[in-house]
C-alpha cells in the first residue's frame, strides 16, 4: 500500500526567502506525482505535474523535482510571499488502478 | 476554461433527508471524481467514473450513490448519512482517464450531517 509523507508539517517563514517542501513515497511504481496548492475551506489548485519518466518540473516561482528510485519529490519557492500561505499537498498516482494517494500536507505561512 | 463547478457550496442535512451535490465540467473531460476531505486530512478517493461508467469505487457506503448522467456532469446522492460524514466533499476530473493527466478539482462542498 502506497503511502506519502510531508514533511514538515507546518512552515512559517518571512517574505522573500527561499524554501523547500518535501513528500516521500513508499511505492516507486507510479505514473505521475502531483502538487497542489489549498486555501482554508477551499478546493485544491494543481501546481505541478510531473510525470514518472521526468525529473522536474517548473511553473514561474515553483519548481518540482521527482526522484523516483528514492521516493522523494521537493516543490521550492523561491522569492516567496504572503500570498503563498496555504496549505500544499502532494499527491501519487500509482499503477495500480491509477489511485492517486496524498500526503497530509504542509502547511506554509509566509510572515511580511 | 479549466473550471469545474459544484453545488451547493454548503448543505446541512439530517440523518433522515436525502439531498444530492452536483458537480460540472465543461472541458470536454472523460472521467470525473469524488473525493472525500476531513478537517486537516488530505482528500481521500471515493469513486471515479470513466467514460460515464463507474470504474473504482473505494468500498465506499451505500448510504453514497453516484450518478453520471453524462460526460459533463456527476452527481453524489446521499441517503440516511451519519454525523460522521461531515466532510469537504470535492469534485475532481481529467481528460482522459489516463493516469499521465492533471487533475483539476472544484471548490466543494461542505457537508454537515446533525
Known amino acids: 500500500k502506497q503511502e506519502v509523507t510531508q514533511i514538515p508539517a507546518a512552515l512559517s517563514v518571512p517574505e522573500g526567502e527561499n524554501l523547500v517542501l518535501n513528500c516521500s513515497f513508499t511505492d516507486s511504481a507510479i505514473y505521475n506525482l502531483q502538487w497542489f496548492r489549498q486555501d482554508p475551506g477551499k478546493g485544491l489548485t494543481s501546481l505541478l505535474l510531473i510525470q514518472s519518466s521526468q525529473r522536474e518540473q517548473t511553473s514561474g516561482r515553483l519548481n518540482a523535482s521527482l526522484d523516483k528510485s528514492s521516493g522523494r519529490s521537493t516543490l521550492y519557492i523561491a522569492a516567496s510571499q504572503p500570498g503563498d500561505s496555504a496549505t500544499y499537498l502532494c499527491a501519487v498516482r500509482g499503477t495500480n488502478a491509477g489511485k492517486s494517494t496524498f500526503g497530509d500536507g504542509t502547511t506554509l505561512t509566509v510572515k511580511p | 476554461d479549466t473550471e469545474v463547478t459544484q453545488t451547493p457550496k454548503h448543505l446541512v442535512m439530517g440523518m433522515t433527508n436525502k439531498k444530492s451535490l452536483k458537480c460540472e465540467q465543461h472541458?470536454?473531460?472523460?472521467?470525473m471524481y469524488w473525493y472525500k476531505q476531513k478537517a486537516k486530512k488530505p482528500p481521500e478517493l471515493m469513486f471515479v467514473y470513466s467514460y460515464e461508467k463507474l470504474s473504482i469505487n473505494e468500498s465506499v457506503p451505500s448510504r453514497f450513490s453516484p450518478e453520471c448522467p453524462n460526460s459533463s456532469l456527476l452527481n453524489l446522492h446521499l441517503h440516511a448519512l451519519q454525523p460522521e460524514d461531515s466532510a469537504l466533499y470535492l469534485c475532481a476530473s481529467s481528460q482522459e482517464g489516463y493516469y499521465q493527466e492533471t487533475q483539476y478539482f472544484g471548490p466543494g462542498t461542505r457537508l454537515l450531517v446533525l
Open positions: 472541458m470536454g473531460h472523460r472521467a
